[in-house]
């Protein structure tokens, strides 16, 4: 199969039969072997009834629904696992993302070697509300990953199909799904500049300063997980000895300052009335709880559980091992 299309949904009844409409026509005329993976979020709206009735007409279409709203990420990550296309494109169901991209981004991954391409759209049609968090965003990723995109939010992105078998995504990480690739080895990305249209049907799901807020948190997350993930003590650890050591040598120089007054017979205020006795007490303290996270950490790491399990409500031509992964 030359592509899967993985469409992420919310409330987005209206858009569905225009978009996979627009994907057949895009494929028949470049002659591209095709399926659609539509994952319904917890809508509430009539959108997995519209889904159904666009399976019963086109083949390639397939979906699913999760019994209630887990967030882009767990979408995405979904199809990931799903995808059997030889090339993976994402895109959102808003109309926003133009699927005449496809044959572009297409060849970008095929003809020179990207593992990974993201869209920029580089003339918007947001709100002043949105854009300006997101060129705030966007710097501060480009500062963080070291990873020179404009736009890494697109949500319309073309990989390479062993790309979205070899990473996670979890939580509200599709945001630094360019720096998640990255950091599991897969460093040829490159960006294409999109059309990014106005939306056609109903609202944003995503708000401006909040978004902001939580990119931020999530994109520090990421950059830990990546970096300490599965070795938590290297972090932990390292700054708690470093304490502890602070802590120590403020306690060795005060006990060596006291019995040293006590030998030449010097008066010397009590050891609990220098200021430096509490600054070694916090830093032994500190020192020694950092350490222990870091312990912890590791058995977590070491034991812990699939971040990736959702309750699957229904399926459309999908394999039974989705269904499996569910969980209550």
Request: charged fraction near 20%.
């Amino acid at each position: 199969m030359d592509i899967t299309i993985i469409i992420p949904l919310l409330n987005e009844e209206e858009s569905l039969p225009e978009l996979s409409r627009w994907i057949a026509r895009v494929a028949f005329e470049n002659q591209l072997s095709y399926e659609i993976i539509m994952i319904d979020d917890g809508s509430t709206d009539h959108s997995w009834e519209v889904i159904e009735q666009l399976a019963d007409n086109n083949a390639n279409i397939k979906g699913i629904k999760f019994q209630r709203n887990y967030g882009k990420s767990a979408a995405l990550n979904t199809g990931f696992q799903q995808a059997k296309g030889d090339v993976v494109i994402t895109m959102d169901a808003d109309l926003q993302d133009s699927p005449d991209e496809i044959p572009g981004l297409i060849q970008m991954i095929r003809q020179e070697g990207y593992q990974l391409v993201s869209g920029w759209k580089k003339k918007r049609y947001d709100p002043i509300t949105k854009t300006i968090p997101t060129k705030l965003y966007n710097a501060t990723t480009r500062l963080i990953t070291g990873i020179k995109l404009n736009d890494f939010n697109c949500g319309l992105k073309a990989y390479r199909n062993e790309v979205v078998k070899g990473i996670e995504v979890y939580g509200e990480m599709h945001r630094y799904i360019p720096a998640i690739a990255k950091w599991n080895g897969f460093n040829k990305i490159g960006e294409k500049v999109v059309q990014h249209q106005a939306r056609k049907y109903g609202v944003t799901k995503f708000g401006g300063l909040n978004r902001f807020i939580n990119g931020f948190l999530d994109l520090l997350s990421v950059t830990f997980v990546s970096a300490f993930g599965k070795k938590p003590m290297h972090f932990f650890g390292t700054m708690g000895t470093v304490l502890f050591i602070i802590g120590g040598l403020l306690t060795a120089y005060l006990g060596i300052r006291k019995l040293y007054s006590v030998y030449i017979n010097e008066p010397l205020e009590r050891v609990t009335e220098n200021p430096l006795f509490y600054l070694a007490l916090m830093a032994i303290i500190l020192g020694v709880q950092l350490f222990l996270a870091g312990f912890l950490g590791e058995l977590i790491a070491r034991n812990g559980a699939d971040r990736n399990t959702y309750n699957i409500a229904k399926t459309i031509g999908i394999e039974k091992k989705a269904e499996r992964k569910a969980t209550t």
